[in-house]
């Protein structure tokens, strides 16, 4: 059942939600295989294996990566229900686990920029700028190509990957001046970061690029090296899946930038509608509020912006 539930969301989710449907599914057969259980009929799974499941992968990860597994399987099972394969859903009455992680995400400091672009290669410093002056998110600046590019209009477009919103960003001057220093190709479709592109078409998630970044951070003295919370050892597998969301601990990461950019826009004056319009909203009913935000007023935003680096 969960090897015919995976081809057949491949075709209903996009790439990024079946490799974690993928990774999901897998650690939970892995868990069912050391009960012995992984080639039973689907009918002999009861609550409390689901539960035994969950309270594994809490020794692991933090509690809200264990959630999103146990949102996986509720999904397997409630899908086995509605092919009448099991007449009860085993997955129904276990409860999420609580997340009492805070997020405690800040902006960066222009003395932290400096500190981080000064340890940074050409695509990570790229990286960088595009984040800070566009305020978009890691995927969607990995995935961004030249044709991605209007610099005759000024304007970064792009679709967002978790939205899936259309956006015209104004290119800020300091951008603008990072742009025109870049090696123009051939191929109006070669991506921008060929290495964080390549990495994200390949495994569908940012974890790697997001370890990378904070490889960078430590560098720079921005953050402590990681340290292993995990209660046993685990498979190297499981262990990276347990490292990625361990951003949520820290005050800086990549998405930081995106909250320093609506903070620089913010200290320079720009109304808040503006700054939200700017960066896009996830919320449709935010994007319907801010929808009548002119073009000249963004334009204007961004030339406020500080340069940096």
């Known amino acids: 059942h969960a090897q015919s539930w995976l081809n ?47 309270n594994e992968r809490c020794e692991q990860v933090q509690a809200r990566t264990a959630n999103h597994d146990l949102k996986c399987v509720r999904t397997l099972f409630r899908d086995a229900k509605k092919d009448r394969l099991i007449a009860d859903d085993p997955t129904e009455f276990v409860e999420s686990v609580k997340d009492s992680a805070k997020k405690v995400r800040r902006a960066f400091t222009q003395d932290e920029l400096q500190d981080l672009l000064a340890v940074a290669d050409e695509e990570w410093r790229s990286m960088i700028l595009f984040g800070l002056y566009t305020g978009q998110r890691l995927a969607d600046l990995a995935l961004l190509t030249w044709n991605n590019l209007d610099v005759a209009k000024g304007d970064v477009r792009l679709v967002t990957r978790k939205t899936g919103k259309a956006m015209g960003i104004p290119i800020a001057p300091r951008l603008l001046e990072h742009i025109e220093q870049l090696p123009i190709p051939d191929d109006p479709d070669a991506p921008l970061h060929p290495r964080a592109y390549d990495l994200l078409q390949r495994n569908g998630r940012t974890n790697n690029l997001s370890n990378d970044f904070a490889n960078l951070l430590f560098k720079a003295g921005l953050r402590e090296a990681r340290v292993s919370h995990r209660k046993k050892e685990v498979s190297s597998e499981v262990a990276s899946e347990a490292r990625a969301p361990m951003r949520e601990r820290y005050a800086l990461s990549f998405h930081s930038l995106r909250h320093t950019a609506v903070t620089m826009l913010h200290n320079a004056g720009v109304p808040m509608a503006v700054a939200q319009a700017l960066t896009g909203h996830d919320s449709e009913a935010m994007h319907q509020l801010y929808i009548s935000i002119e073009r000249e007023a963004l334009v204007d935003a961004t030339k406020k912006l500080p340069n940096v680096g």
Do not use: C, Q, W
Not at 17 to 35: C, D, G, I, Q, V
């Open 8 to 54: 057949r969301k491949e075709k209903e989710v996009s790439p990024a939600t079946l490799a974690f449907y993928k990774s999901a599914t897998k650690r939970f057969l892995n868990f069912m295989e050391s009960l012995g259980l992984a080639d039973d009929d689907i009918g002999f799974v009861d609550a409390d294996h689901i539960r035994r499941f969950r």
